[in-house]
């Protein structure tokens, strides 16, 4: 079992940058595929970015794709979640999400972190 801890949110206008990490702690971030999620006031949760177990493949919703970029260190047993070009549209919950697979995917995931709140302001 694997408890994600999410931190790096906040307020910031649009066009700016903001990075999120994702603290694992129990077995380490390596042993699962990773991803994060959004979900904005009145919507469904939605897909962002996952990376494979290893990190060489990675995965992007259309609508952040060029903008955000997933890594990972597995040093520090963390992931990150790097958004730049920030648009209003931005504004939501991000959650970190682990999947005992291999593969990078949308979903289904096993374990989720609480949440970071992002602003983004016009």
């Known amino acids: 079992q694997v408890q994600l801890v999410e931190s790096g949110g906040g307020l910031v206008q649009a066009g700016g940058s903001l990075r999120l990490s994702c603290a694992a702690s129990?077995?380490?971030?390596?042993?699962?595929?990773m991803g994060w999620f959004r979900q904005a006031p009145g919507k469904e949760r939605e897909f962002v970015a996952a990376?494979?177990?290893?990190?060489?493949?990675?995965l992007y919703a259309d609508s952040v794709k060029g903008r955000f970029t997933i890594s990972r260190d597995n040093s520090k047993n963390t992931v990150f979640l790097q958004m730049n070009s920030l648009k209003p549209d931005d504004t939501a919950v991000y959650y970190c999400?682990?999947?005992?697979?291999?593969?990078?995917?949308?979903?289904?995931?096993?374990?989720w972190g609480q949440g970071t709140q992002v602003t983004v302001s016009s």
């Open positions: 129990g077995r380490t971030s390596s042993s699962y595929a």
């Open positions: 990376f494979s177990r290893t990190g060489f493949s990675q």
């Open positions: 999400a682990a999947r005992p697979k291999t593969t990078p995917s949308s979903g289904p995931y096993d374990y």
